[in-house]
């Protein structure tokens, strides 16, 4: 990855879908190994019943878990989001959070299963916690891996 996290963390929340639905990075690991997202629900960016809106919750997630990986593997490998999943476990009334994160273990795991170019599909589980601690949603993104042949 070309740009370094911190550059990425002041760019992101200009980029216009984040702009627009409030998302905003708290947290990017130097290393860009670990990243916080935060949206706070206002009068232009909740739902038709006034919580948070799930496409923005699952936003919040959408590049982090691919861009987590350029960071933790390197230019080297392929990397494409392929699939997600959301369950909604109660309504969004305050600032929602999600600590996206890929540990060592899961690194080399990939490097594992990629070592003779063959592909593969991991997928990454995270809750969006509101400010009072509880679940709001469960996401599960599903990310492809394959390393470049050179």
């Known amino acids: 990855m070309k740009l370094k996290p911190r550059t990425l963390a002041r760019l992101m929340p200009l980029w216009p879908p984040f702009l627009g639905a ?3 990075i708290k947290e990017m690991a130097e290393d860009g190994s670990r ?3 935060t949206y ?3 009068r232009i960016t909740r739902n038709a019943v006034g919580t948070a809106f ?4 699952l936003s919040m997630i959408d590049p982090f878990y691919m861009l987590v990986s350029l960071y933790q593997l390197g230019e080297g490998y392929y990397i494409w989001d392929v ?3 959301a369950t909604f476990v109660k309504p969004g009334r305050s600032r929602v959070s999600a600590e996206i994160a890929i540990d060592p273990a899961t690194v080399e795991l990939i490097k594992e299963k990629t070592a003779d ?3 593969y599909l991991h997928w990454f589980e995270v809750d ?3 400010e009072e601690g509880d679940v709001v949603a ?3 993104r599903q990310v492809y891996y394959r390393k470049k042949r050179h």
């Not at 799930?54 to 919750?57: E, H, I, K, N, Y």
């Open 22 to 24: 409030g998302v905003r």
């Open 35 to 37: 990243v916080v997202v």
């Open 40 to 42: 706070k629900p206002t």
């Open 54 to 57: 799930g496409g923005t919750m």
């Open 83 to 85: 699939g997600v999943e």
């Open 117 to 119: 170019g063959s592909k």
């Open 128 to 130: 969006l916690i509101d």
């Open 138 to 140: 469960h996401m599960r």
